[in-house]
Structure formats: structure tokens, C-alpha cells
């Protein structure tokens, strides 16, 4: 528990610094183009074919038709841009997990290990391509999960669970993969998974619920046409501080417990205590007469 916390303070304590604000803005700039991108060739689309599924499904329209009964009918042109942007975040919080693991977390890695590990040896258990395929394989892993489970969202207490779940899976697998390629040996970290996979998949899960908070600002720019360019590229940095922070806290928490777990491999030192006896209690040889 101490190393959880320790871990967390540290990690917010160096949100703040200049070099770690700095680095956020390299994902940013490649999320922005990307969704600015994509929401200019496919949003009206992606619009229509949500318009034209709701307009189809008989239950759905019998609800539309009940709100406007009631008065709250002005909900109706932006239940199609929630439903869009609810479905679309999944695969942007996915994104930008990959852009951060791939662009900053090796660079705040060496940042924690500079700053607190420079004694640390570097085993080099991972490389770049072990850690790009591996995100990649968890990321497909993730998104998997994510589409098998959209039913089950339909359930209200599933949807604020699921997905964070998924994400905090992935978050774990990433980024605890991230902070021990470089310093740990293989076995070390398939060590350091299995001891501390509870709190490993606990800082990833605190992190998932974490990212669904700029999804707020997301829908925000669904409602608000006119903040739109604003409020896009603000919940994407937001979404790569989220992962930011992540990576320094996985990088403070595993870092510290490879160098206790090669604390306790390594054998004790033994001094030898010497022993200072006053001259005149030592015992001299009496000479023969």
C-alpha cells in the first residue's frame, strides 16, 4: 500500500513539470490532425446511418415520438452526435493510449529512472519492437473486448463499468510493460507481473475511470457546434495527460519495486568486526630462566 501511494504522490508531483507538459503536446498534435481528420470525412455519414437506424428501430421511434409528446423533443437532433461520440471514444481512448505508450513513455520512464533510479542497472529485458507489438496485440485485445461487450452496456451499471475495466486492462498491460522494458530482465518482470498484479490492474483501472472524464468535454462539442474546434483538441490533451500521469505513476511503482525485488536477491555484506584488545591484558610468553 505504501508503494501504491508513494508511487501516486510522485507521479502527480512531476505532472506538473515543464518537461512532462512539454511531451504531452507531441500525441496531442498527431490526435488532433487524426480525429479532425476522420470527423471531416465520416461525421455527416456516420450521422446519417445512426439517423437512419434510429428512424428504423420501432421502439426507439415510438420513444422519440413520446418525447416529443412531453416537450423535451429538442433532445432529438443531438441524440444521433451522442450516440456517434459515445461509440467513437472508445477507439480514440484506445488511440491515444498507443500514440502515449509509443511517443512519451519511454521518455518519462527515463525522466523517473534519471531522477530516483540512476543506480538502477539496465538489464534490457524488452525493446522497441517487443513493446510495439505488444501494445498492439493488447490494443487489439482491448477493442475486441470493447465491441463483444457493447450489448452488455445496455445494462445502466455495466456501462460505468465495462469499459473502464477494458481500459484499465490495457492501461496495465502497456504501460507496466513500458517502465520495466529497459531496466528489467525478462524473468523480473514476468516476476514483478505476478507479485503485484493486483495493484498493477488497480492503477489501471483508476486510470480508465480517469479517461472517461474528457468525454464530457467530448459530447460537449457534440452540443456545441461552435466550440467544436475548441473543445476537440482540449479533450484529446486531456486524454494524453490521463495516460501521461499513468505512465509516471507505473514508472515510479515499478521501477521502485525492481530495485526491492534485487534488494532481496542480493546477499547481505558481512563485515568483520575487528576486535582492539589493550596491551596489557594480552598474555606474553614468560622467558625460561
Known sequence: ????????????????????????????????????????????????????????????????????????????????????????????????????????????????????????????????????LWSLGSGLLALIALVVSIPLWLVPPLILILPPLIWGWLTYRVMAYDALAEHASRDERVEIFRRYRGWLLGIGMLAGFLGVAPSLLWASAALFAVAFVVLVPVAVWVYTLVFAFSSLWFAHFCLAALEALRAESTPPTVVSAVVDVPPSTVALPHANP
Not at 455527416?44 to 446511418?49: G, P, Q, R, S, V
Not at 433532445?75 to 498507443?98: C, G, M
Not at 533510479?117 to 539496465?122: A, G, M, N, V, Y
Open 1 to 132: 500500500m505504501n508503494l501504491f501511494l508513494d508511487s501516486f504522490w510522485r507521479a502527480v508531483a512531476y505532472c506538473v513539470r515543464p518537461r512532462v507538459i512539454a511531451l504531452s503536446f507531441l500525441p496531442l498534435i498527431l490526435m488532433v490532425v487524426l480525429a479532425l481528420g476522420l470527423g471531416y470525412l465520416y461525421w455527416e455519414t456516420a450521422l446519417d446511418i445512426v439517423r437512419g437506424w434510429l428512424e428504423s428501430t420501432a421502439i426507439i421511434k415510438t420513444v422519440l415520438d413520446w418525447m416529443e409528446g412531453i416537450g423535451v423533443g429538442a433532445l432529438k437532433p443531438v441524440l444521433a452526435p451522442l450516440i456517434v461520440i459515445f461509440a467513437v471514444t472508445p477507439l480514440i481512448v484506445v488511440v491515444s493510449l498507443l500514440v502515449v505508450a509509443l511517443l512519451m513513455a519511454p521518455a518519462l520512464v527515463s525522466l523517473v529512472a534519471e531522477r530516483r533510479f540512476p543506480h538502477l542497472e539496465r538489464k534490457r529485458g524488452g525493446s522497441w519492437i517487443g513493446a510495439l
